[in-house]
């Protein structure tokens, strides 16, 4: 039994660990500036944690044959710990972990600590059940106003995130279903919601932050290769949650403008 | 002190009940509690597992129609995902290791006679059967079960139009979760009570079982972490049904103003993860107690490091409570504390890793005998890694940001606190069933079971990993809308194929349950030569558990292969010196 206990931890262990390292399942491509540091450190922690799992299940899976009643073995040996290896232990796992944390906090801390940079594309992001909206704020770089009482999902655009079109500022406010931002330069998003909680994933982006009715949330990112990525819903938010996505378009910044100034026409 | 703890053990002692419903069902016997406990589990436990099976279903064949149910709306999925969490993690995560197997052993373990409060033993029992009752009526309401997640967030677990669901349905759920929490309080107060007031002389506290010492934690955590869930779900009655804000700030359903203003969703979040995160320790401490007795009985050999078992369970115990955080780092909350939550909770892993070095120092150099209940604790040894390993990444707000809310943490807490507690509750099972019921289970099919369940467990769990970094969100009920989910699906067949053979291995389990309790061979009093106070009494135990007489204790708990000893082991009760240690 000792043996089948050993076999079956083994195979399970190499099976799983082969479809890690042969990448079949894998991150989608990176395609922002954060991305090369957060897969580098995935790599890492996977790595590190990868030996940890393999050295486990292979002591566990040994001990259990190598030790294993039989007509020969040997009696258990009366022992009752040893402090040494406690405190080496103790000491190892808790420099592998805080470490690793220590690591990677300085991508956390460029991701989220610092707002964006002045020049960035402005993009307001707007959750509701069960579609995302995406609204620029147009030359005079201003939000026009929204009203509750405005808001009408089911006609779609400026009336789904209840924009007041009495307001100056929202006379050149575009509001689109499919994101569009220029490559190279950083986007900062604030994220809304005016219903349940939402969450804008973008996995090719590594980006990801909950929109919560109540809070308007300041996020950047830069993309840096230009095509066509899909965003979906990561948090819960009622039955139509799966499928609440669509597609975000990073274009060179001449075509982007070109698409601004079309949209900018059609308004008028 | 001494005659304190003469005066409760008298106050507590109780005449044998004589009729059925005195004795069976609203017993003051914390063997037949425990037993309720544990029943209750069982058939909450496939329910849960039933609805898990329709889920796997509809997500790869989503135009499926089942008899009986017909097509599986968008709506019903979502309720389905809701009611199977909340079940596994209250009325089966929960019950099962702690108030069935907890109720059962820890006064016998202790050498007392009852627990500390036999009435509200009573009642807590009671109060939970109601919560479950009012859990599982939520199916057959207006709009039928609530879609909110066991997470159950506001706004849309507080606003009836949010969804189907969030009308009555979504009422009962918190009812009942409420009603929970007052049943695990006052099993919480009782479990501490007992263990602190009603061990018998010589059990001092470092002479305890682990299972004891886990059982303990468990009930301090509880004490302090469904005390603030009951506040939250009274919150959320009120915002619900009263017209408060606490949850609510100004949203807009279907064109229409809602009536709230000003409340934090988030205040939610973080009340609910204070008690979510000690939660899950709720249900692996006891596990891991039992885990730490079963390979020290059989490996034959004194369990490695006794006392730092003890302070590695007090520590995740202490910690637990301050790592909730790392349920949000994609929230909205403030940066910053990602740092502090995440410098927790990598601590955390710590004990935890501590644990899993004494069991394979436990395992090192014994004479190890592979019985059900055994294969069941090293089952949970490497479920217990392999869920423990990805802890690492999601605890890293870095790396949280692609796989936070894919299948890559369902994959993680399923491993973890799912299938290695539940390991835990098999490995008792077979472990006690003897005591229990004195009888044997049959050890042919229990070994059948394990390895269904061993290598099913590993096939359903560990492809989700690979979903979830490849960005397949949790909670979908389709994976036909999301394009790059396409190529996902082949991987989530082998899982469902997987979840089918699986289930289907726990009918083996349940036949042996029932079937052994009639016919199994008759157990003696002592089956595995182990060493601790439930194996000095009966097989079953008397109403009194030790027939009249209180056990004195002289030994730890563990001494196992004792050089000179007449036999491998020496009891706890056994006069006979053990040399020092």
Redesign the interface.
């Known amino acids: 039994m000792g043996l089948v206990v050993l076999i079956v931890i083994w195979l399970i262990t190499f099976v799983s660990t082969y479809f890690f390292i042969a990448k079949t399942w894998w991150l989608p491509m990176g395609a922002s500036a954060s991305a090369a540091g957060i897969d580098h450190h995935f790599t890492t922690t996977y790595i590190l944690m990868g030996i940890v799992f393999v050295a486990a299940q292979v002591a566990l899976g040994l001990f259990a044959w190598k030790y294993r009643e039989g007509n020969s073995s040997a009696p258990a040996r009366y022992i009752h710990g040893n402090n040494t290896l406690e405190i080496v232990w103790t000491v190892l796992t808790a420099i592998l972990f805080i470490g690793l944390n220590l690591m990677s906090s300085s991508i956390w801390a460029a991701e989220r600590f610092r707002p964006a940079e002045a020049g960035a594309t402005k993009v307001e992001v707007t959750g509701m059940q069960f579609a995302w909206y995406f609204r620029y704020p147009g030359p005079d770089g201003k939000f026009g106003a929204t009203k509750p009482e405005l808001i009408d999902a089911s006609a779609g655009g400026e009336s789904a995130i209840g924009l007041d079109t009495t307001d100056p500022a929202s006379k050149d406010d575009i509001v689109s279903g499919t994101m569009y931002v220029p490559v190279n330069r950083e986007v900062e998003l604030i994220l809304r919601s005016h219903d349940v909680i939402h969450s804008f994933f973008i996995p090719n982006m590594r980006f990801k932050q909950d929109a919560v009715p109540g809070l308007a949330i300041h996020m950047h990112f830069t993309p840096i290769a230009i095509g066509d990525y899909p965003f979906t819903c990561t948090e819960l938010c009622g039955l139509g949650h799966y499928k609440m996505n669509g597609t975000l378009k990073v274009v060179s910044q001449e075509e982007y403008d070109k698409w601004l100034a079309a949209r900018e026409a059609e308004k008028q | 002190m001494a005659t304190r703890e003469f005066a409760a053990h008298e106050a507590h002692v109780h005449a044998a009940p004589q009729g059925f419903i005195r004795k069976w069902v609203f017993s003051l016997d914390h063997k037949v509690i425990g037993l309720q406990y544990y029943f209750l589990a069982l058939t909450a436990v496939f329910v849960g597992m039933f609805l898990s099976l329709l889920m796997r279903i509809h997500l790869i064949w989503p135009t499926a129609h089942l008899p009986m149910l017909g097509d599986i ?3 019903m999925y ?1 309720s389905l ?1 809701t009611m199977h969490g909340t079940i596994m993690v209250f009325f089966v995560l929960t019950t099962a290791p702690q108030g069935g197997f907890g109720n059962y052993f820890l006064p016998i373990q202790i050498g007392a006679a009852d627990m500390a409060f036999p009435v509200i033993n009573m009642l807590s029992f009671w109060v939970t059967f109601l919560a479950y009752l009012v859990m599982l009526s939520a199916f057959f309401v207006t709009g039928g079960a609530p ?3 066991w997470t159950g ?1 506001p ?2 677990s507080a ?1 009836p139009s ?3 669901g969030e009308g009555p349905g979504a009422d009962l759920w918190v009812i009942s979760i409420a009603l929970f929490c007052i049943g695990a309080l006052m099993s919480a107060l009782n479990f501490i009570t007992t263990t602190l007031d009603m061990r018998a002389k010589g059990m001092t506290l470092m002479r305890m079982p682990l299972t004891c010492w886990a059982w303990f934690i468990t009930a301090i955590l509880g004490l302090l972490a469904f005390g603030v869930l009951l506040s939250a779900g009274i919150l959320l009655l009120l915002d619900r049904n009263a017209g408060t804000s606490f949850y ?8 229409q ?1 809602v009536g709230h203003r ?5 205040l939610w979040q973080h009340l609910f993860w204070f008690f979510g995160h000690p939660e899950v320790y709720i249900a692996i401490l006891p596990a891991m107690g039992l885990c730490s007795q079963l390979v020290s009985v059989f ?10 078992m003890v302070y590695a369970m007090l520590s995740i115990g202490l910690m637990g409570f301050m790592v909730w955080g790392h349920h949000m780092f ?3 909350m403030n ?2 504390s ?2 502090a939550f ?2 927790m909770t ?2 955390i ?2 004990p935890s ?2 644990k ?3 069991w ?2 436990t ?8 019985v059900s209940p055994m ?1 069941f604790a ?1 089952g949970f ?2 479920l217990f ?2 869920g423990g ?2 802890g ?2 999601l ?5 949280d ?2 796989l ?3 299948a890559f943490v369902t994959a993680h807490f399923h491993l973890i606190m799912g299938v290695a507690s539940i390991f835990g509750i098999f490995a008792a099972t077979y472990y006690w069933f003897p005591k229990m019921f004195g009888r044997m289970m049959n050890e042919r099919l229990a070994r059948l079971h394990f ?1 269904f369940t ?2 099913g467990t ?1 096939c359903i769990f ?1 492809p989700m ?3 979830g ?3 397949q ?7 036909t ?4 989910l396409e190529k ?1 699906i082949p ?1 989530n067949t082998f899982i469902t194929f997987a979840a089918f053979v699986t289930i289907a291995a726990q009918f083996i389990f349940v036949f042996n349950l029932f079937w052994s309790m009639k016919a199994g061979k008759k157990a003696s009093d002592n089956p595995w030569e182990a060493t601790t106070l439930e194996w000095t009494t009966a097989t079953p135990p008397p109403h009194d558990n030790f027939g009249g007489h209180t056990p004195v204790v002289y030994n730890g708990p563990y001494e ?4 000179g000893a007449p036999r ?1 082991y020496v009891m706890q009760t056994d006069p006979a010196t053990v040399a020092a ?1």
């Open positions: 709306k968008p709506e979502v995902v879609l909110h997640g967030y706004p849309l606003v949010a969804g189907p609510v700030p100004l949203t807009v359903f279907s064109g103003v000003g409340g934090s969703p988030l490996s034959r050999k004194p369990i490695f490091g006794y006392k730092a994609m929230s909205g940066p910053y990602a740092f995440s410098i990598m601590a892993g710590v890793a501590i899993t070095f004494n394979l120092g395992l090192w150099g014994g004479r190890i005998r592979f294969l090293i040894v490497s890694v392999t390993i990805s690492p990444f605890a890293q707000p870095t790396l940001i692609p936070h809310d894919t390895w061993f290598v590993y560990m990993h690979y979903a970094m490849a960005g969100p949790r909670r979908y009920s389709q994976f809308e999301l394009h790059y996902l991987l196992y292969s004792v050089p491998d240690h």
